[in-house]
């Protein structure tokens, strides 16, 4: 498989012409990847543009790649959000790889309540500038036309805001009801994982009244890292991703 690289302004890119990577994904095709002349690669804008083309030169500096094919991916009917708990350690940054490797659309850094790790004031930005960081690489490496957002922290309150327009499935390993039986309907699916310690009750009997739905992934709890990926690729498969 040919090696992938993201160019922000190669949208408007036809066959035939040149792009050129260049600062850190030119390093890193140059001196860690070690393209070469005449070597087939891949390129995207991130959003959606996809090209292939012949790497023409290289330098540590510069990487240029002429345009042989380009299409488009079009964005999924049904987008899958998740909405990832603040975790202590790295608990979540390895959640949210995982989750936009396996697939995910949007991320959400969710500060609940029982959250240890708290973004506030500029560790709020940083915090979401690293999660970006995060996405971007692991879309890399999975081959996405779609490089996943990274919304702003969210409160539960605001959260359940997105009640109106998504549907809320919120994992909660003490129901009855499985994720596997979900039915789509249309609308887009926000996925909800709480930290640690679990999703506190208030905010469970909060996303209730906003008309989110409790599902669970089987007869095991799963650490936070862990869940929010499995139900990615369970949802993948029922939306007809897999």
């Not at 095709?29 to 390129?43: C, N, P, Q």
């Not at 957002?149 to 109106?164: G, H, S």
């Amino acid at each position: 498989m040919a090696l992938h690289f993201i160019v922000p302004d190669c949208t408007n890119a036809e066959i035939g012409e040149l792009v050129s990577l260049t600062g850190t994904e030119a390093k890193h095709a140059s001196v860690v990847r070690r393209v070469r002349v005449g070597e087939t690669i891949t390129l995207g804008d991130g959003k959606g543009t996809w090209l292939e083309g012949a790497v023409a030169d290289v330098s540590p500096s510069v990487v240029t790649v002429r345009v042989g094919s380009r299409s488009t991916a079009d964005v999924p009917a049904t987008r899958l959000l998740l909405a990832q708990a603040l975790a202590k350690g790295d608990r979540d940054e390895l959640a949210v790889q995982a989750a936009c490797e396996l697939g995910v659309d949007e991320v959400i850094p969710w500060q609940a309540a029982r959250s240890v790790s708290r973004w506030e004031g500029p560790k709020a930005a940083k915090g979401r500038e690293r999660w970006a960081s995060i996405v971007r690489e692991a879309a890399k490496q999975a081959h996405r036309a779609w490089v996943p957002e990274v919304a702003a922290v969210e409160t539960t309150a605001q959260l359940v805001r997105r009640a109106p327009d998504a549907r809320i499935l919120v994992l909660d390993p003490w129901t009855p009801t499985r994720l596997s039986a979900v039915e789509p309907d249309g609308r887009d699916i926000v996925l909800v994982v709480g930290p640690e310690g679990g999703i506190a009750p208030e905010e469970l009997e909060r996303m209730d009244a906003a008309g989110a739905e409790r599902v669970k992934l089987g007869d095991t709890v799963l650490r936070t890292s862990t869940a929010g990926p499995a139900a990615i690729a369970v949802l993948s498969g029922i939306l007809g991703r897999w």
